[in-house]
């Protein structure tokens, strides 16, 4: 299964994206209000939609039927698997950062 | 000015998404940076065209189709030239087998004889008498 780093520079909206859909499908509106909520970062229109199109044609989530002209994305298997294994590399490496920094 | 924007990205890409991100932007005011991003987007739609899934198994199955034509045709031509080659072979060694054993009927050594690898043979200094004479 390729890995997320093949996105280049959307491999962080990715990421948010992907954790954001973990609860539940959202339309491209609620994600970027999720996303906000849960990282203080706003992405932009340009890169949310470039972000769900690699998201979709890697199968890492998939679209909905539209609801007034708007389509909720759903987070599938393959897109959980990796987001899983994603988060526990940071996790890996934020307890080995946080644990060289107590040390300093 | 978001028509003019989503007139930016590709045809397909607005097919599929544009729909849902007019209906994203409507009622959002637009800054300099959404702008920005929003060109970088179309161009990167582009650039580098995301294809769904069942696009992109179909264009490679009209590859695989379009190889395996090829590898038969490939194939068919090289049995055809094979098959050619083997008569020319085979019609050469008849005609080189017909030309060896005329030239033995007009005294032509041939392979096997003296000078040829094969020493010839003695000639038997007292041969037996091909019909035997009784003593008596």
Redesign the interface.
Same mark, same amino acid.
């Given at each position: 299964m390729p890995g997320l780093s093949e996105l280049g520079r959307f491999e962080e909206p990715a990421v948010l994206v992907l954790t954001s859909l973990v609860d539940g499908p959202r339309?491209?509106?609620a994600i970027v209000k999720d996303i906000q909520a849960l990282a203080g970062i706003r992405l932009?229109?340009?890169?949310?939609?470039?972000t769900?199109? $690699?998201l979709?044609? %890697?199968?890492l989530i998939e679209g909905l039927p539209?609801q007034?002209? $708007? %389509?909720p994305y759903r987070l599938t298997g393959a897109g959980a698997e990796l987001l899983r294994d994603r988060l526990e590399r940071m996790e890996s490496i934020s307890r080995t950062g946080l644990a060289r920094l107590a040390r300093v | 000015m978001t028509g003019l924007l989503l007139a930016l990205y590709p045809p397909g890409?607005r097919a !599929?998404?544009g729909?849902?991100?007019?209906?994203?932007?409507r009622g959002q005011r637009l800054n300099a !940076?959404?702008i920005?991003?929003?060109?970088?987007?179309?161009l990167?739609?582009w650039l580098r065209p995301?294809?769904? !899934?069942r696009r !992109?198994r179909a264009w490679r199955a009209a590859l695989a189709i379009v190889l395996a034509a090829t590898a038969v045709i490939v194939v068919a031509v090289a049995t055809i030239l094979w098959i050619r080659i083997a008569a020319l072979v085979g019609l050469l060694i008849v005609l080189l087998a017909f030309l060896v054993r005329r030239g033995r009927r007009r005294g032509w050594p041939g392979p096997g004889a003296a000078g040829a690898g094969v020493p010839a043979r003695p000639k038997d200094p007292d041969p037996e008498p091909l019909v035997a004479t009784r003593r008596r």
């Open positions: 339309h491209g509106y932009g229109p340009g890169t949310l939609y470039a769900l199109a $690699r979709e044609a %890697r199968g539209a007034d002209r $708007r %389509r | 890409w !599929r998404y729909v849902e991100l007019a209906a994203h932007l !940076r959404d920005v991003d929003l060109l970088g987007g179309a990167d739609a995301q294809w769904p !899934r !992109r």
